[in-house]
């Protein structure tokens, strides 16, 4: 059975910090991985898409990895925002096209 | 371009009411699915419909059942709603180019069973 892990379950950083959120998937026949933020009470907002072949992708000040090899996608944040606290979700597209969740990472940036 | 848009926001029923949960995408998307979000166990996919005209069982199917209207609509139907089922509902469609695939989400329905 596929499973995706989200370390840590929650974080809590300075305005300013770079910071790194970690998911590890059992699957190494990975097709997609993607990375969500999901705000208190409200749906999920696509972050970024990694796509099996692609090792990275870039949006802004975000950054995510892909390592397949190794099972683990890293989803870096430059230069934190008191905005940018939310909780951040990994999934990984299952062969139906279907997206496996890890738990996620609930992120606190204090200013 | 709504994106994909479900109905209702909130929902309150009573253990044994029966309800439907509506989804709509206009992105021209193939596939949908639904999901389910519950504290501590995170999203876990229900029921999906890989085209127009078809559905298969996800992680949790049972006490529930879907029609895949047309292309742009999924809905979602409790027949005999349980507390269990308490919890907040996602439908998502999937755009799906050769080796790119992304999936939207809705914004949620929030359905409490008592």
């Known amino acids: 059975k596929q499973e995706v892990t989200q370390i840590p379950a929650a974080l809590s950083v300075p305005e300013g910090e770079n910071l790194v959120l970690n998911c590890s998937f059992t699957?190494?026949?990975?097709?997609?991985l993607q990375w969500f933020r999901q705000d208190p009470g409200k749906g999920l907002t696509s972050l970024l898409l990694?796509?099996?072949?692609?090792r990275e992708q870039t949006s802004g000040r975000l950054n995510a990895s892909l390592d397949k090899s190794s099972g683990r996608s890293t989803l870096y944040i430059a230069a934190s925002q008191p905005g940018d606290s939310a909780t951040y979700l990994c999934?990984?597209?299952?062969?139906?096209?279907?997206?496996?969740f890890g738990k996620g990472t609930k992120l606190s940036v204090k200013p | 371009n709504a994106g994909v848009t479900q109905t209702p926001k909130f929902q309150v029923l009573k253990t044994g009411q029966s309800m439907t949960l509506q989804c709509a995408q206009d992105?021209?998307?193939?596939?949908m699915y639904w999901y389910r979000q519950d504290p501590g166990m995170g999203l876990r996919l229900i029921y999906y419909?890989?085209?127009?005209?078809?559905?298969d069982k996800g992680e949790v199917p049972n006490g529930y059942n879907v029609s895949r209207l047309n292309k742009r609509e999924f809905s979602l139907r409790l027949e005999s709603a349980a507390p269990s089922q308490t919890s907040v509902y996602f439908c998502?469609?999937?755009?799906?180019?050769?080796?790119?695939?992304?999936?939207?989400f809705g914004p949620g329905t929030r359905l409490t069973v008592l």
């Open positions: 699957d190494s026949a990975i097709y997609n």
């Open positions: 419909s890989a085209s127009e005209g078809t559905t």
């Open positions: 992105m021209n998307h193939n596939s």
């Open positions: 999934a990984q597209q299952g062969s139906q096209g279907n997206l496996i």
């Open positions: 998502a469609s999937r755009d799906f180019r050769g080796s790119y695939n992304e999936q939207f």
């Open positions: 990694i796509q099996s072949s692609q």
